[in-house]
């Protein structure tokens, strides 16, 4: 099972009950209703008395804090049956309607879903906007939200809204990896540098993941142009790789 790579900060929350009693099959994205870090959402969680926690927690800035490991039910959902089945995450939003989120907080949920998904063999995120068929599971729907559970406005109507669009968009990147259908724009590098490093996303402004050596080859399956530097997703999945044009050479 283990936990996501794209972590950067980790505070376990005393909130949380272990192990879980079901397998992973289900994704419920919430809301944080505060414009907060990775790391104030952590300090949250570590308040015993507060009697809540999440798995995961997406900042305003994008970076990803872990408060309950996979392998543990995060206290979350108002909902037992829920959070025994789900990784719950928060994303950092707005404190008003429609608590909206930043850019780099909804691109990096995709990416951590994305990455939940394939690492727990969910082949395919689905969505529905029929309460009944999300809280019972019907027509393989596996995405619940809290307010299914409880009266509440969360995860708010801006991510509410774009669930749909957030399944479409991780399983893009699932049909990306090892066992999805055919990506476009494919082709094989080799690295030409002594040391290339591999962010986080496209762009220099996005953390450093891991390095490669000279010589090694990977297979890109998607690109994109930031700041009209061409920057390669790396079918590996550990990551983006730029600039393609000079540092890497096509084989």
């Not at 907080?105 to 999300?134: E, H, P, Q």
């Not at 809290?146 to 968009?169: S, V, W």
Request: aromatic fraction near 6%; charged fraction near 30%; glycine fraction near 8%.
């Amino acid at each position: 099972m283990g936990n996501s790579s794209l972590v950067d900060y980790k505070r376990i929350s005393p909130n949380k009950s272990v192990p879980r009693n079901h397998e992973i099959d289900t994704i419920t994205i919430h809301c944080m209703e505060g414009q907060l870090t990775a790391e104030t959402c952590g300090e949250v969680f570590a308040e015993k008395n507060r009697c809540s926690s999440s798995n995961y927690g997406v900042g305003k800035d994008g970076r990803i804090g872990l408060y309950v490991e996979e392998k543990d039910r995060s206290w979350c959902s108002s909902n037992e049956e829920n959070d025994n089945r789900a990784i719950t995450i928060e994303v950092a939003s707005d404190r008003t309607h429609p608590y909206k989120v930043t850019d780099a907080a909804y691109k990096a949920t995709i990416r951590l879903v994305a990455d939940i998904c394939k690492r727990n063999g969910i082949k395919k995120l689905i969505w529905s906007d029929d309460k009944n068929a999300r809280i019972n599971h019907l027509n393989g729907v596996n995405m619940t939200v809290h307010r299914d559970f409880d009266n509440k406005t969360c995860p708010g109507e801006y991510l509410y809204t774009h669930m749909k669009d957030i399944a479409e968009q991780v399983n893009k990147l699932l049909n990306n990896s090892d066992g999805g259908s055919k990506p476009t724009n494919t082709y094989i590098v080799k690295v030409k540098n002594d040391i290339l490093e591999v962010r986080k996303g496209p762009g220099n402004d996005y953390p450093v993941v891991t390095k490669v050596k000279k010589g090694d080859v990977y297979t890109i399956v998607k690109d994109t142009v930031k700041d009209n530097v061409k920057w390669g997703y790396l079918k590996s999945g550990v990551g983006w790789i730029g600039p393609t044009g000079t540092e890497i050479n096509k084989k």
